[in-house]
């Protein structure tokens, strides 16, 4: 007997998970905990500004030196200017490439505005090695 049965869709797709401005004011509004924030930061994109040589842009007038990334192009845009260079990766490759001693503020001139000092990002990286390795 030919035919076979394959797979049928879902009669109720999977919720799509939230969006990193999502994950951001649901974090930054105490409705979301920390380790479900940083599963959503790893796999979402990021955008960073980038100037003429490769690498992050770091502002340096602040306590420590931190990166600003946003959420979206439409927030790198507010902060940069339509015309300004960028280039995109993922949480995950942040918390990879991100020099030690250096934070990050995501969404600069946005309503839910992120910072995350050098000791979060440790942080960060510590929560990343244990859910990968154990």
């Avoid at 939230?18 to 951001?24: E, G, H, Y």
């Avoid at 020099?99 to 960060?124: C, I, N, S, W």
Wanted: with cysteine.
């Amino acid at each position: 007997m030919a035919g076979g049965y394959g797979q049928q869709p879902p009669l109720y797709p999977e919720p799509s998970p939230p969006s990193l401005a999502d994950a951001v004011r649901a974090f930054t509004t105490g409705q979301m905990a920390a380790e479900d924030f940083q599963q959503i930061f790893a796999t979402s994109k990021v955008y960073c500004p980038r100037g003429d040589t490769p690498g992050f842009l770091a502002l340096h007038n602040t306590q420590q030196p931190v990166i600003p990334m946003f959420t979206s192009l439409k927030e790198l845009r507010r902060y940069a200017g339509k015309e300004s260079k960028y280039f995109v990766i993922t949480g995950a490759e942040v918390i990879d490439l991100l020099p030690t001693g250096y934070g990050f503020v995501l969404d600069m001139e946005g309503e839910h505005r992120m910072v995350f000092d050098a000791k979060a990002v440790e942080q960060m990286v510590d929560f990343a090695m244990r859910r990968m390795y154990g």
